[in-house]
């Protein structure tokens, strides 16, 4: 069943907790599956990772940003936000850039386009291809 959602993916937001560190390995299975399921290169698909409870502080942190970033690097993520659902801080920014990211990937491929507007999904993002999300 997740191998059918994954396929229908469009973009992504990987979430970890900082006060978690096995939320590192959970993103990374997550990743793999996708990956998997989708037949894709990394690097190719609109992918974000948010970093909840950040409003806990980095001090008291069981997994590090440094961890954080390296894995963005793996994975040629480009972005990471720092979110925090107790204090509202970067919620709503999160997935407005998330929203962003699959428009410029969208407005790339005019053939997604058509298909939406004829009413059809899109099931699959363009496999063995780089996608530039800035």
């Given at each position: 069943?997740?191998?059918?959602?994954?396929?229908?993916?469009?973009?992504?937001?990987?979430?970890?907790?900082?006060?978690?560190?096995?939320?590192?390995?959970?993103?990374?299975?997550?990743?793999?599956?996708?990956?998997?399921?989708?037949?894709?290169d990394?690097?190719?698909?609109?992918i974000?990772?948010?970093v909840?409870?950040?409003?806990?502080?980095?001090?008291?942190?069981?997994?590090?940003?440094d961890?954080?970033?390296?894995f963005?690097?793996?994975?040629?993520?480009?972005?990471i936000?720092?979110?925090?659902?107790?204090e509202?801080?970067?919620?709503?920014?999160?997935?407005?850039?998330?929203?962003?990211?699959?428009?410029?990937?969208?407005?790339?491929?005019?053939?997604?386009?058509?298909?939406?507007?004829?009413?059809?999904?899109?099931?699959?993002?363009?496999?063995?291809?780089?996608?530039?999300?800035?």
């Amino acid at each position: 069943m997740q191998d059918q959602y994954f396929r229908a993916t469009d973009a992504v937001l990987l979430c970890c907790d900082l006060m978690d560190s096995s939320s590192i390995d959970e993103m990374r299975n997550k990743m793999e599956n996708l990956l998997r399921a989708k037949d894709a290169d990394v690097g190719t698909l609109p992918i974000i990772i948010s970093v909840n409870k950040c409003d806990l502080g980095l001090t008291d942190a069981n997994l590090s940003m440094d961890q954080v970033r390296e894995f963005a690097e793996e994975y040629k993520i480009p972005q990471i936000i720092c979110t925090s659902a107790l204090e509202n801080t970067n919620v709503t920014e999160v997935f407005s850039e998330l929203v962003a990211i699959s428009v410029n990937v969208l407005q790339r491929h005019p053939e997604w386009i058509q298909k939406l507007e004829d009413g059809e999904p899109i099931t699959t993002m363009p496999t063995k291809k780089k996608c530039s999300v800035m």
